[in-house]
């Protein structure tokens, strides 16, 4: 199943069942909202009980829906993770996961504009697959991982090379959080929906051309073992957001390079979920 969060009439963020073209709240199917809590504390096996809809209850999709999760606790992202990007850009294969984060302020929804900002000249696309946790995390096994996990969602960890490694001591936080540097959407796809994260396509289409392309196969670290080595460090909670890495072909490894300019259209497309679009303009 796939779920996402839209904006109703009134104003208010709700979930709902997602459909590609078409959107079903479950506040239609329950008779009232439920909130993100409650969401979780349900889990998947209730989310895939529920009954399937009639036509009568669908809505068209929303040309910019929120970001599944609200809030996360932590976003948490790995680089230098696909061994086929580490090598185009001449770093050594890491032997130990490269974590960095980014605040809430950078998450935005499918739909959401990329606001390039003045002080960056450098601003480079990454498509990547994210994790959502479900529930909490400490010091698990790798055998034990994927217990834990409540989904996966496209995302775009837009990057400021020139903060990111043009400022004194290298600014990794600093070039990935400006605010709207992390789109995540249209959707949150249940593990069940996706019982195979190993083996899915990732590509990014820059203005309709397709500039990354790899599957998570190339993933130096795989997904089972980010969950815990990262587990051994911090607490993982439920919608916490686990960036995977990026493909190849990302702008600052182009040449020329390639940086995001206003009017440009970002499209992360992941097998199994769909495509997450934002476009960019100037702040």
Request: aromatic share 6%.
């Amino acid at each position: 199943m796939a779920i996402c969060r839209f904006t109703d009439e009134n104003g208010h963020s709700q979930f709902a069942i997602y459909d590609r073209e078409r959107i079903c709240p479950l506040s239609t199917l329950l008779g009232k909202p439920i909130d993100q809590t409650q969401l979780f504390s349900r889990g998947n096996k209730w989310l895939e009980s529920l009954p399937a809809p009639t036509e009568s209850q669908w809505l068209t999709t929303p040309s910019t829906l929120l970001p599944p999760i609200a809030d996360p606790d932590k976003i948490i992202c790995i680089g230098l993770n696909y061994r086929d990007h580490a090598l185009e850009t001449g770093s050594e294969i890491p032997t130990e996961p490269v974590v960095f984060s980014k605040f809430n302020t950078a998450l935005i929804g499918h739909g959401d504009a990329i606001r390039l900002p003045k002080i960056a000249t450098k601003v480079d696309y990454e498509a990547e697959l994210v994790v959502v946790i479900g529930k909490k995390a400490k010091q698990v096994s790798p055998n034990d991982a994927m217990q834990y996990v409540m989904g996966y969602s496209c995302g775009h960890d837009v990057s400021a090379r020139d903060w990111q490694k043009g400022r004194p001591g290298g600014q990794w936080l600093l070039g990935k959080t400006f605010d709207t540097f992390a789109p995540v959407g249209p959707c949150l796809v249940t593990t069940a929906e996706m019982p195979n994260p190993s083996r899915v396509r990732v590509r990014m289409h820059l203005n309709g051309e397709t500039v990354q392309e790899s599957t998570t196969e190339q993933l130096i670290f795989s997904i089972p073992e980010l969950i815990s080595h990262l587990s051994n460090i911090v607490t993982l909670k439920p919608g916490d957001l686990i960036f995977t890495g990026t493909p190849p072909g990302v702008g600052v490894a182009r040449k020329p390079p390639v940086f995001l300019k206003a009017g440009d259209t970002c499209s992360v497309e992941i097998e199994g979920i769909g495509t997450l679009t934002n476009s960019c303009v100037d702040d």
